[in-house]
Nanobody, 126 residues
Framework: QVQLVESGGGLVQPGGSLALSCAAT????????MGWYRQAPENERELVAT??????????DSVKGRFTISRVNPGNTGNTVYLQMNSLKPEDTAVYYC?????????????????WGQGTQVTVSS
C-alpha cells in the first residue's frame, strides 16, 4: 500500500518561513515526478512546484524566488520531497498537498498511479 506522508505546516507571520516534507512509502519500484500543490478556500487546487527524477524543477510564478523544492532518494525504499517556503505572504495560506507519480505494486501487479498526500494546512497571518 503506497502512502504519501506529509509533515510540517502550521501558522507563521508574514515574512516568515516554513518547511514541508513528504515521504513516499510502500512497495515502490519507481517514482517519476514529485511535487506540491495547494488549495485555498473557494479556489481550485493549483501547482506550487514539481521536481522530476533527473532533478528538473518547475515553480509557479507566484512562488519563484521564495520557495525551494528538493528531493532525496534513499534507494528503492522510497523518496522524500521537501518544500522550503521563505518570505511567506498571506496569499500563500492554503492546504498544501504532496503529489507523486509512482510505479508500485497493486495487488499482484505493478502499475503507474497518481498518489496524493492527506494535505497539511499552512496559514500566514499576523
Amino acid at each position: 500500500q503506497v502512502q504519501l506522508v506529509e509533515s510540517g505546516g502550521g501558522l507563521v507571520q508574514p515574512g516568515g518561513s516554513l518547511a514541508l516534507s513528504c515521504a513516499a512509502t510502500g512497495n515502490i519500484f519507481e517514482i517519476t515526478i514529485m511535487g506540491w500543490y495547494r488549495q485555498a478556500p473557494e479556489n481550485e487546487r493549483e501547482l506550487v512546484a514539481t521536481i522530476g527524477q533527473s532533478g528538473s524543477i518547475n515553480y509557479a510564478d507566484s512562488v519563484k524566488g521564495r520557495f525551494t523544492i528538493s528531493r532525496v532518494n534513499p534507494g528503492n525504499t522510497g523518496n522524500t520531497v521537501y518544500l522550503q517556503m521563505n518570505s511567506l505572504k498571506p496569499e500563500d495560506t492554503a492546504v498544501y498537498y504532496c503529489n507523486a507519480y509512482i510505479y508500485a505494486q497493486s495487488g499482484l501487479e505493478y502499475e503507474w498511479k497518481d498518489y496524493w498526500g492527506q494535505g497539511t494546512q499552512v496559514t500566514v497571518s499576523s
